[in-house]
Nanobody, 114 residues
Framework: QVQFVESGGGLVQPGGSLRISCVAS????????MAWYRQAPGKQRELVAS???????NYASSVEGRFTISRDNAKNTVYLQMNSLKPEDTAVYYC????????WGQGTQVTVSS
């Protein structure tokens, strides 16, 4: 079983930047594709970015060009750099595999507001 701990969220003004992190337990991390999801109040969880075990990223159209996903296999960590943040990016952000194969962590709250 793999467990995830997300961190780094906070309150940021529109147009600002934030980097969030997810640390995964287990040596299996290095062979896993990973993804970031978000869930806004009253909405379903959506996948916003994914990265293959080899480091190839993919993005939802809503964040393409603004968000960057990366990973550090030595630290069992996946990151999401978020730039040009908008109020509609406000959500709880979670990491998991692209198929959501493991239990969800507690997430990290990102609030974009002036």
């Amino acid at each position: 079983q793999v467990q995830f701990v997300e961190s780094g969220g906070g309150l940021v003004q529109p147009g600002g930047s934030l980097r969030i992190s997810c640390v995964a337990s287990g040596r299996i991390f290095v062979i896993l594709a990973m993804a970031w999801y978000r869930q806004a109040p009253g909405k379903q969880r959506e996948l916003v970015a994914s990265i293959s075990s080899g480091g190839i990223p993919n993005y939802a159209s809503s964040v393409e060009g603004r968000f960057t996903i990366s990973r550090d296999n030595a630290k069992n960590t996946v990151y999401l750099q978020m730039n040009s943040l908008k109020p509609e990016d406000t959500a709880v952000y979670y990491c998991n595999t692209p198929s959501g194969a493991y239990s969800w962590g507690q997430g990290t709250q990102v609030t974009v507001s002036s």
